[in-house]
């Protein structure tokens, strides 16, 4: 039986998703999302236990941590293609175990509580402080960026052409692809326990689309659809009217923008450019070598041909291993082995307007060396414990 945690406690449970959902502005955001669950497990004394279900996926991660970890060890050459990476390898060690001690402690944790509804307010603290640089910025002309007080610079303003520079909010991430990417995780597990969803829930569709990025339109767009489709709101005349009143003028706004970029076609966009680029070397470089189509580079390097080209003082020619989605992430590490994975784990989510959300999610720019995957992989082997 799943309870609502303690406010004393609760704190610590909020602290650890909002580190873990901070975006890689410092590496070990997983190891302080580790240390703030250890806190909590001390205030509950440890009152708990591990589930068997999760036993596969913890069996998984270890037997590839191992595998592909001696593979770097015996095959440098081909596993640790980039010097940077041979330097930092002991340290990427620590950091993918890393991952697998916070999935523990994660099953350790989530069983006991509502963990969605923690995700999900974790979420709605992002979205809002997101709407607020949308209203500020294009109410009055407010660029509020608290990330620059802390040495970050953003990937905010890009230029469509000569003549127009376009502001697009980011909330609390580098760049506004990945906003969209991780708040639609955090609310994943709580759009596939409900069938039903409130006002504030459909500000989670309409913040993805107001980041104004390409991709996180479509994502936007495809999420607010399965969510009116799955809560039967198009059945109810009122509610879906007003529905449409407040969502396509915001929609049509961000399409606007996303016409003016791509009036040239897709010829004429660098970044779209930059990713067919990157599926195209992918898909070719894996049919010319047997050894990367089964298993990838692995997970400590990236192909060094990519790296090369995004490094290049001319100019990239390609775009980053995780920009063109999910899928082209997970074939370019872990080949076709891992692709296989990822297809098992979107299909034994149950109904399939939720695997719609998973596949939603999955256009994104996420990678599963981020420590906030950790969350999916668990929701995925514990889809009828949110049901309770």
């Known amino acids: 039986m799943r309870v609502q945690i303690k406010n004393d406690s609760a704190i610590f449970l909020y602290l650890a998703v909002f580190f873990i959902s901070l975006d890689s502005y410092f590496r070990l955001r997983g190891v302080v999302g580790i240390g703030f669950i250890l806190i909590y497990l001390l205030t509950i004394k440890f009152d708990t236990y591990f589930h068997k279900r999760n036993l596969l996926p913890v069996f998984l991660m270890i037997s590839g941590f191992v595998i592909y970890t001696l593979l770097a060890f015996l095959f440098p050459s081909l596993y640790l293609q980039i010097p940077s990476d041979r330097q930092d390898f002991y340290f990427k060690i620590f950091d993918r175990l890393s991952l697998i001690i916070l999935f523990v402690l994660i099953c350790f944790t989530f069983h006991r509580i509502k963990y969605e509804l923690i995700l999900k307010n974790v979420a709605l603290f992002h979205i809002y402080y997101l709407l607020t640089q949308f209203v500020l910025y294009y109410g009055i002309g407010i660029e509020l960026d608290i990330l620059s007080y802390f040495g970050v610079e953003q990937r905010t303003d890009m230029n469509y052409n000569q003549f127009t520079t376009i502001f697009r909010p980011a909330g609390l991430y580098w760049e506004p692809s990945n906003f969209s990417a991780y708040i639609l995780l955090l609310y994943l597990p709580y759009l596939l326990k409900n069938k039903k969803y409130t006002k504030v829930d459909y500000l989670l569709p309409l913040s993805i689309v107001l980041t104004l990025s390409s991709i996180s339109f479509a994502i936007g767009v495809l999420t607010l659809i399965v969510m009116l ?23 049509l706004f961000a399409y606007d923008s996303q016409k003016q970029r791509f009036e040239g076609g897709l010829n004429e966009n660098v970044n779209t450019m930059l990713r067919i680029n990157l599926i195209d070397y992918a898909l070719k470089s894996r049919i010319d ?10 997970l400590y390097t990236v192909d060094k041909y990519i790296y090369d080209e995004i490094e290049s003082p001319v100019g990239r020619t390609i775009a980053s291993v995780q920009d063109a989605t999910f899928f082209i992430f997970t074939f370019v590490i872990t080949g076709v082995i891992g692709l296989s994975v990822l297809f098992a784990l979107i299909y034994m989510v149950d109904g399939w307007l939720n695997r719609f959300f998973v596949l939603i999610f999955m256009i994104s720019k996420i990678s599963f060396v981020f420590p906030i995957f950790m969350f999916f992989i668990y929701m995925v082997f514990n889809q009828r414990e949110i049901k309770k």
């Open 229 to 251: 489709i799955k809560s039967n709101v198009i059945k109810n005349f009122r509610v879906a009217l007003l529905a449409l009143m407040v969502s396509i003028p915001l929609i």
């Open 289 to 298: 070598n047997p050894i990367l189509l089964i298993g990838g580079v692995g």
